[in-house]
């Protein structure tokens, strides 16, 4: 009887290598890792656990009361974090080739520019800049050598999983007490093979913060973000969505000690859904405007305890449908109108090896009842 079996032959190699250049004006990593597998389609469900215990939120967005794989978020508010998602394999498998690729770059000049006393070096030396990438790619198998590059462009049809991740930081006056800022480049994309096809989420951000102190007890923190937010699905279509989003955030602090802290927070959000605006001009986007008015009080000594509240009202305007994936993923888990939220916690140490913690969070939404949470940790330390 013959041998029916066809010869596969596989690739598999790592190299890692961590330099360290100019006495550690440039430290870096590198890692690099191939190899042959397979890919198993895997079916989820969620399972519901303890209020808080879980990472998603059930919202019945037809009103049905059952619980469809679609109506499933990640939770924005601790008492709907009722449910965890649960992968199960499948016996359908997919051969892929799996190249995983990581750098990291830490660039700090202060490390060869000894001589504070020319301007230039001084200028240089408040700066330290980060960068780090992963790419983890999964490509059904073509047996073409450019499956193990990966920074190829790979069509749909064939990238069956992926994890991406890109940061790059420059920071200015990073140890300063006065005045310091950073801008940050973030790029996460990630895609996953189910039973039920392909999904896939994106984000894209420029994040510019800065924080000034003045008059020894008074501060301003600033953070600034444009982003770009995605989601495909092959099979839940409702989940699509293209958001780009402006989000920006002042605070003024006034901390007279070390022990005691007041904030006053203003917050502006603005989304914008484009998806279907870009596949027909005549769709206008889905909107959505949010200003947030907050304080926030926290109250610290050492070795005894902390007390931390803050109250915040948010108002929002949206103008699509309320009940939707979308609208939950635009307003943040809230509704259009006036939304209160308000929190408080205190820790105490009672003695050396008890310590007793207790949480109150609430909010009030313009379409739903008062909702209240509260709880109480006790732990003992031996």
Known sequence: VGNSLIPDNTLLNRLEYNPRYFKGFITAGFFFETGYGLENKREFYYLEVPAGQGQYAWIDYNNNNIKELNEFEVSKFIDQAKFIKIYTPTNAYTKVL?????????????AILKNNSKALNRFANRFNIQTSARFDNKISNTNSLDNYNPFLIVKDTFLLANNNNIR?????????????????????????????????????S???????NFFESWAINSSNIISKKENSSQFFLARNFIIEGFESEQKLIFQPNTIFRLSSIYKYIEKKNVLYSQLENNISPQKAYINSFGFE??????????????????????????????????????????????????????????????????????????????????????
């Not at 420029?206 to 000034?212: A, G, N, P, V, Y």
């Not at 050396?352 to 939404?365: D, G, H, L, V």
């Open 206 to 212: 420029h994040e510019i913060k800065w924080r000034l």
């Open 98 to 110: 799996q190249n995983q690729l990581s750098v990291s770059l830490n660039i700090r000049p202060a």
């Open 297 to 382: 009080l926290k109250y610290n000594q050492t070795e005894k305890g902390s007390l931390n509240a803050r109250f915040d009202l948010i108002k929002i305007s949206y103008n699509d449908l309320k009940n939707t994936a979308l609208s939950y993923e635009m307003l943040n888990g809230l509704s259009s109108g006036n939304n209160f939220t308000w929190e408080l916690s205190y820790q105490r140490n009672v003695n050396e090896n008890i310590q007793i913690s207790i949480t109150y969070n609430a909010r009030k939404t313009s379409q739903a009842d008062l909702i209240n949470i509260g709880g109480m940790q006790i732990r003992a330390f031996f």
């Open 168 to 204: 790059q930081s420059v920071f200015f006056n990073q140890s300063s007490a006065f005045f310091g800022a950073d801008y940050t480049y973030l790029k996460n994309e990630s895609r996953q093979l189910i039973i039920n096809g392909i999904e896939g989420k994106y984000l894209l």
